[in-house]
């Protein structure tokens, strides 16, 4: 059988290349500018071509050239959107929301049955409204239309254990049948999440839930030292057997990773100075630390929303980490993962500023599925998995610097912020 084809533009990482694969999509063709999120696009989905380059500069037949098709089902992808954020100034003239049009004109390149374009909630808000407004005029023109009223979905209502609020754009071509929406996913609870702002949701997975079987970072000295170790894990929830490969999801038609599952990975220790440790333990689960500003997470809740922090181009910063809801520290980048609803097998680059910012600046998987899952269904086809096994083991990908990887993909290792690239290398030291 064959499975629906699927391109990802601003691929980041992953996280909606996922989504789409464990729905039953095959992801041809990658495009990200970043060579080193196109390093870790690559390690994750060996079986899917990156373009790396930005995709202003790339073209249908350039995409369709390496997917090695002439035939698209759906486009997806999550154009940058600091200019619509919610998060400090909207723009409505910043440059980098050109890239919505550009991912629109690739539409029209493509012409998949299908598309879904992620963006911030901030899109959908007081004035940026004509810009969405904008961008469904020029999909019609072009022959799409858009599903309206256009939803923003909250992960925390699809089984992922964080609040986290995204605008999606789902479109089609005027030739197929409109998807729909997922419904909000619900399972059998009795607790309420926290903070107070999120008692309206539906029950998801806790944060307990996701991290209760991962190892003490605390009891491993290599982890100050490097991201893995083999280690000893604890008794998984029914989500955490899910994420460690120990417990086969129905729906779920990705390909198999094969790795070592007694490697920990993801889990560089962060040193916190003994002020910083006592203001965490002096912190309740669910309260926010005064000082930091940081959220200790509540073990019977959810996570707040994860964040990426700052591009190089604006001081490189990692954004605010929760509190472990156990251990007086900021929670790591494989239980930041957790929280996104990533499997293990799933690979993040070794530096923490990296790791993180993967993470933030992805949709969740499960997220992302449930999405997919309407335009599988919309394109009446039946998902299956395929028989690839996919062997993935420690490699370069994950730990080269700009550098390095920019050299790999044979671009500038000046295309992502040359004016502060001097200090990212420091931080990668």
Same mark, same amino acid.
């Not at 209502?157 to 609040?163: A, K, L, S």
């Not at 044979?410 to 030291?429: D, M, N, Q, Y």
């Given at each position: 059988m064959v499975r629906p084809i699927a391109i990802d533009l601003f691929a980041g990482a992953g996280g909606m290349s996922l989504g789409f694969e464990q729905a039953g999509f095959d992801v041809r063709a990658a495009v990200e500018l970043d060579p080193i999120h196109c390093a870790v @696009? !690559? /390690?994750n989905f060996p079986q899917t071509p990156v373009l790396c380059k930005?995709?202003?500069e790339v073209t249908g037949d350039e995409i369709r050239q390496i997917a090695q098709t002439q035939n698209v089902d759906v486009v997806f992808g999550g154009p940058p959107c600091q200019g619509f954020s919610l998060m400090g100034k909207r723009l409505l003239d910043d440059p980098r929301n050109t890239l919505v049009f550009h991912f629109l004109r690739l539409v029209s390149e493509l012409q998949p049955k299908y598309f879904v374009m992620e963006n911030v909630k901030g899109m959908a808000v007081g004035k940026h409204k004509g810009g969405i407004d904008a961008i469904i005029e020029k999909f019609d023109a072009c022959g799409y239309t858009v599903v309206t009223p256009y939803c923003v979905l909250n992960a925390a209502? /699809? *089984? $992922? %254990? +964080? /609040?986290r609020e995204r605008l999606f754009l789902l479109g089609h071509r005027g030739d197929v049948p409109p998807p729909v /929406? &997922? +419904? &909000? +996913?619900?399972? &059998?609870?009795n607790r309420t999440p926290t903070p107070k702002h999120l008692r309206s949701l539906p029950p998801s997975p806790t944060v307990a839930e996701a991290l209760q079987d991962l190892p003490e970072i605390e009891q491993y000295e290599e982890l100050l030292r490097g991201d893995s170790v083999e280690a000893e894990f604890g008794e998984p929830s029914e989500y955490g057997a899910i994420l460690r490969g120990l417990a086969i999801e129905p729906e779920d038609y990705s390909d198999r990773r094969q790795y070592d599952r007694r490697r920990l990975t993801g889990s560089w220790r962060t040193r916190h100075n003994a002020t910083s440790v006592d203001r965490f333990n002096n912190t309740k689960p *669910? +309260? $926010?630390e005064p000082v930091s500003r940081f959220l200790r997470l509540d073990p019977n809740g959810i996570c707040n929303t994860l964040r990426a922090g700052t591009p190089s181009s604006r001081g490189a910063f990692t954004s605010p980490r929760p509190i472990h809801p156990t251990f007086p520290r900021c929670i790591t980048v494989r239980e930041a993962a957790r929280l996104h609803s990533y499997p293990d097998w799933f690979r993040f680059h070794a530096t923490k500023w990296h790791g993180f910012r993967q993470i933030g600046n992805s949709v969740p998987p499960r997220l992302a599925r449930a999405v997919a899952k309407e335009i599988m269904e919309v394109l009446e086809a039946t998902p299956h998995k395929s028989d690839r096994v996919l062997r993935l083991t420690d490699s370069p990908l994950l730990t080269q610097p700009m550098t390095d990887a920019a050299r790999?993909? *044979? $671009?500038? @290792?000046?295309?992502?912020? %040359? #004016?502060?690239?001097? *200090? #990212? #290398?420091?931080? !990668?030291?």
């Open positions: @696009h !690559e /390690y930005s995709v202003a209502h /699809y *089984g $992922v %254990p +964080q /609040y /929406y &997922p +419904q &909000p +996913q619900t399972r &059998p609870a *669910g +309260q $926010v790999h993909y *044979g $671009v500038s @290792h000046h295309v992502i912020a %040359p #004016r502060l690239l001097k *200090g #990212r #290398r420091k931080k !990668e030291a």
